[in-house]
């Protein structure tokens, strides 16, 4: 079974190969049975490689299919190879899994839309290109599916390219994630400076005997690295570009910003524990960053009004839950929140696309209202998928991961009652947006007739996240709930255990306890302040600071302006100062002169033969008459 | 001569009894199509004679001839882009008027003479294989008939046999310094006599001189873009593939018996060569409008990169060539391939203009030929660049910095004119200009279509062809 690892990233990518040759010959039927077919059968595939990898783990556990080496010059030979353990086998079946709902979901959701095949053709590559980045076993391939997702999410985001504001959507997200692109590239070319290999497994051990705990080049190393991971996964103070990343289609939204893709940095740092591990000052920063940004991004998602954008936020303010965790070391909580996290935010974005078709095209929550009962299942769904989110207690995927965060921001090595106020404060703040969510869109008066119900297709996907968005969790057992740490035990075999502190299990109760009653406390907060009384919350936000505090929220902590301020306006005012400067002279001039010996050269191409006869001569004397007088 | 010999013998044979039974065929009746499958004929036997060759390797075959993997190697390159020649040629020419079934005679007889170099062993069997390929050549060049096609030949007929002479006089000097003509002799008498006396070092000069002619190294170049222009575009591949890559052959084969690290000032001159034809190649192309001399002088500038390999020393060396070759020979049979199923009755697409928009008329050849354009500028995951990578390595791994300072420069330059070409095919077109529509050439885009399949696995995966190449060039 293994020996079809490779076939898991290049189905999509044949799938790709095929959409983009024949895509517009083939009809609707075709393009979605190859569409989502090629990603379905990486599904079973993956899922039949990780029963395989289960019951009979590889030595070592882990296991690596070499297919070739792309240049093999001294020590430069980049293999074309998939590297197969614990962390990229849960990351490849939650890609393709939930990979495949969305296709599927798709399918129906596209439907009579111009652009079917392309889209099919660039969501087949983004799968492809997110696979060969999990299973990647050396930076350089790692970093070309980097690039490969980082494309399709361009691609994607800019799909209706006739609105010139998609198409700058897509240019934003492409130009602030290129920003820790580069900051990554460089981090590679570090490592392969002084480690000689771009093979993750030989940094990991060359890395931990080469570099002391603290040295400058592993700081340098793990800080770029980590540059490329912010840009990645939107976290501060690269955040921007995802907000507005939601001008894609839906099902984009969530697998690409949600579910998949901006976790990719989350895979990074967690791939490359070892960099971190040996660099504490960029860890910490890690659990800073973390932690600031699931604040920044959950007030920010109180304010919005768009559905896709509270979504949007939601992802940046959990992506920090998982960056927190990682900051304090507990390497398998944050992959844990990342796999439940795909499957409910996947859930709420598809279950928003289908209240947006409903509403034909409306984003706003607003112009919504008292959808329960057009929209049952979704509803249901949607509702399943927010007490998740919401970390409801003990029957939802997000308490347990989540859960396992907050008490290890308080309790590990590495972490602080800060860092751990800060989880909860952005737990309270999550249920409350969250369930404002529910309520504007479901509850209260009707304003608009829902239009187009969700068919078969897609309210199965609707259904099976809804599904796994509640038996996710029961993965991991807390110790103090029966006790069964399955998932953690399973990752924990490729990454570092968490250190802690040796806590008292009394106090992981009691603090289970107290953020079962700050979630539950932030559904009620919603329920006053969005459903019983309005005024309330709009006398708020019509006193002067609360006027100010909605705007600079709205406006994402006004980071786009700053940006805009700080960077972008001045770029421009160089650029318009700065026409004909001096470095543009040095390359006109280069220019210049490549012509001008072109004109020289293109005169000795006279067309006669004597002329080109003295050429032959000419070169003959040069020739001897080199050979000659060095001799 | 024992019957194991002519086992040896076989693919020459073939390749040389070919051209005798078109001729025969055609005496007793014309007949296009099956001159043309005689050829394709002769082709596939020399090509399946190459494994059925002997046991016993390296074997000399009277001391003219040699037969080793390297032979075998380059012998199959050729009888395989003559193959692709042979098939874009077969419905170009068709399209034309005249006598057109010796065109594959010639051609064969090419293909021979260019298989004799990369097995020759003395410059005896160099110099016949030379000049049965020249003369092939004279006439293939000038085979429509058309003015600029006759004025090709005649210029490759008059400048080609001058710089015979310069090679021949090269030949005699080594002779007269160590009475042998046979390189391992010669590389044995020239190491025993110390490497600084003059006529010998001058000898080899005026070979190298001969050669650069063939070659079209700067300075011997001008030519080039004339008879490039002037040629039928299959010929012209083959001109710009076959003929200068057997000739590269043997230079490398001579080079590694005869080594021309302890030749200091030789190695100097070609050095010399090296940055005048990258130079030369890519600033003469530059604002070219003639795509057929685009792609002749883009050939001066890639002999050039070629040099910078050919001088470095070690294991790289070969290897770094060969690859290049390769990938040169695959990119440039794709790129007049794509001139030539553009080409109509009356005369070949060469001008951009007959470019212009090609990619809203005809998608598909408009990839072909931006795959062709971006492997021959050396851009990621097309042959090109991984051909590019050996040779930069090879060089920086022989310290050749100056070199490969120059090949880096220089390839920035031919970004230029390649993107050029590129960007025109995607415009619209100009209204002035209405296209002819041609038919489509069937055999055309199947080699066209391998060669793209081509071009892009060995991008990918290089890894076999690269073994492929280095077990069977082990003995150089």
């Known amino acids: 079974m293994r020996t079809l690892l490779w076939l898991i990233p290049a189905l999509p990518f044949a799938g790709f190969f095929v959409l983009a040759v024949f895509g517009a010959r083939l009809r609707e039927k075709g393009v979605a049975a190859i569409g ?596 | 001569m024992t019957a194991n010999d002519f086992g040896f013998l076989a693919p020459l044979l073939a390749i040389g009894i070919a051209p005798v039974v078109i001729m025969l065929a055609v005496a007793v009746r014309r007949s296009y199509v099956l001159s043309c499958g005689l050829a394709l004929g002769g082709i596939v036997a020399a090509f399946l004679a190459l494994f059925a060759v002997p046991q016993g390797m390296p074997h000399r075959v009277t001391s003219l001839l040699i037969f080793d993997n390297y032979a075998l190697l380059y012998m199959g390159l050729i009888f395989a882009s003559t193959f692709a020649v042979t098939l874009l040629a077969s419905e170009y020419l068709a399209a034309r008027k005249g006598d057109l079934e010796e065109f594959y005679v010639l051609l064969l007889l090419a293909c021979l003479g260019s298989s004799l170099l990369v097995v020759s062993n003395h410059f005896g069997a160099f110099f016949i294989g030379i000049e049965i390929l020249s003369i092939s050549l004279y006439a293939l060049i000038g085979y429509t008939r058309n003015g600029l096609s006759i004025e090709a030949g005649v210029k490759y007929l008059v400048l080609a046999a001058a710089s015979s002479g310069i090679f021949l006089f090269g030949i005699a000097l080594l002779y007269g310094e160590t009475g042998t003509m046979e390189f391992p002799l010669l590389a044995a008498r020239t190491a025993a006599q110390g490497t600084n006396g003059l006529i010998l070092t001058a000898g080899l000069a005026l070979v190298v001189a001969g050669i650069g002619f063939k070659l079209a190294v700067a300075p011997f170049h001008m030519w080039t873009a004339d008879v490039y222009e002037g040629a039928p575009a299959p010929v012209t591949a083959f001109v710009a593939t076959v003929s200068k890559g057997a000739v590269f052959a043997l230079l490398l084969r001579f080079f590694a018996i005869v080594d021309i690290n302890a030749h200091h000032s030789l190695f100097a001159a070609v050095a010399v060569i090296a940055v005048l034809s990258m130079f030369a190649g890519n600033l003469l192309a530059l604002l070219q409008n003639n795509v057929k001399r685009i792609l002749a002088y883009s050939s001066i500038a890639h002999l050039g990169y070629l040099l910078v390999a050919f001088l470095a020393s070690g294991a790289m060396r070969v290897t770094a060539v060969s690859f290049y070759l390769v990938a040169y020979f695959i990119t440039t049979l794709g790129a007049f391939g794509v001139v030539t199923v553009l080409s109509g009755k009356e005369r070949d697409a060469d001008d951009i203009e007959d470019y212009r928009g090609l990619f809203t008329r005809r998608p598909w050849t408009a990839l072909i030929f931006s795959a062709m354009l971006l492997s021959l500028a050396g851009i990621p995951l097309t042959a090109g660049f991984i051909g590019k990578f050996y040779v930069i390595a090879a060089g920086a791994g022989s310290a050749l910095w100056l070199l490969v300072v120059m090949l880096v420069l220089n390839s920035a330059i031919g970004l230029y004119y390649y993107l050029r070409l590129m960007v025109v095919m995607y415009v619209s077109p100009g209204e002035e200009k209405v296209a002819v529509t041609l038919p489509l050439s069937v055999t055309g885009y199947l080699v066209l279509a391998v060669l793209v399949i081509l071009l892009v696995w060995l991008g990918i995966y290089p890894a076999p062809v690269i073994e492929l190449i280095r077990s069977m060039t082990a003995g150089i």
Request: glycine share 10%; aromatic share 14%; net charge positive.
């Open chain 1, 36 to 631: 989502a077919g090629s990603v379905g059968v990486s599904a079973v595939l993956a899922i039949l490689a990780g029963i395989s990898f289960i019951t009979s783990p590889p030595p070592g556990g882990s296991w690596t299919q070499t297919l070739w080496t792309w240049i093999g010059v001294d020590g430069f030979r980049p293999a074309i190879a998939f590297y197969l353990d614990a962390l990229s086998l849960v990351m490849t079946l939650v890609v393709t899994f939930v990979g495949f709902l969305i296709h599927l979901y798709a399918t129906e959701f596209m439907s009579d839309d111009e652009g079917y095949s392309r889209f099919f053709a660039y969501m087949n590559l983004f799968v492809g290109s997110m696979l060969t980045l999990v299973l990647a076993d050396n930076l350089l391939l790692l970093y070309l599916g980097w690039e490969g997702v980082g494309l399709c999410s361009y691609l994607l985001i800019g799909f209706w390219y006739k609105d010139p504001a998609n198409g700058s959507a897509a240019m934003k997200a492409f130009i602030v994630t290129r920003i820790g692109d580069a900051a990554m590239a460089v981090g590679l070319f570090l490592i392969f400076m002084n480690l000689g290999t771009l093979n993750i497994q030989e940094i990991m051990q060359k890395a931990s005997h080469t570099w002391p705990r603290g040295s400058g080049l592993a700081v340098a190393a793990a800080a770029l690295l980590l540059g490329g991971a912010l840009g990645k996964s939107a976290q501060l103070p690269l955040q921007t570009w995802l907000p507005d990343a939601m001008a894609g289609p839906t099902p984009v939204s969530a697998l690409i910003h949600a579910a998949t893709m901006v976790t990719a940095g989350v895979y990074l740092i967690a791939r490359t524990n070892v960099l971190f591990l040996l660099a504490p000052p960029v860890q910490a920063a890690v659990a800073i960053i973390g932690a600031a940004t699931l604040l920044l991004a959950g007030f920010s998602a109180l304010t919005q009004r768009d559905i896709k954008r509270v979504l949007a936020y939601s992802t940046i303010s959990q992506i920090g839950y998982m960056f927190l965790a990682l900051g304090v070391g507990a390497w398998s909580a944050a992959i844990f929140h990342f796999m439940t996290h795909a499957f409910f935010k996947a859930l709420l974005f598809l279950g928003a696309g289908a209240v947006i078709l409903a509403m034909e095209h409306e984003h706003d929550m607003f112009r919504m209202g008292g959808l329960r009962k057009e929209l049952p299942v979704t509803f249901w769904t949607f509702l399943i998928g927010s007490a998740s989110l919401s970390a409801l207690p003990l029957v939802t995927a997000g308490f347990y991961s989540k859960d396992l965060i907050l008490w290890y921001s308080w309790s590990s090595e590495n972490g602080s009652p800060w860092l751990w106020a800060a989880g909860l404060a952005g737990a309270l703040l999550t249920s409350i947006y969250t369930f404002r969510m529910v309520f504007l869109t479901f509850f209260g008066e009707r304003k608009k007739e829902a239009g187009r119900r969700p068919g078969r297709v897609m309210t199965i996907p609707l259904v099976a996240l809804a599904v796994l968005s509640v038996i996710g969790g029961f993965a991991e057992l807390p110790r103090t709930l029966g006790n069964m740490p399955v998932f953690s035990e399973f990752v924990n075999t490729v990454l570092p255990p968490v250190k802690a502190a040796g806590e008292a299990q009394s106090a992981e109760a009691a603090m289970q306890v107290v953020t079962s009653f700050v979630s539950l406390a932030g559904v009620y907060v919603a329920y006053l302040l969005f459903l019983r009384k309005r005024r309330y919350v709009e006398g708020l936000a019509a006193t002067r600071t609360g006027r100010a505090l909605h705007r600079l929220w709205f406006s994402g902590w006004a980071f786009d302006w700053v940006y805009d301020r700080a960077l972008v306006q001045p770029f421009f005012w160089i650029a318009r100062i700065n026409r004909d400067d001096f470095v543009d002279l040095f390359y006109d001039g280069i220019a210049w002169y490549n012509g001008f010996f072109h004109g020289a050269l293109s005169l000795t191409q006279s067309g006669k033969v004597r002329w080109y006869a003295m050429g032959i001569a000419l070169g003959t004397v040069i020739m001897v008459g080199i050979a000659v007088v060095l001799l």
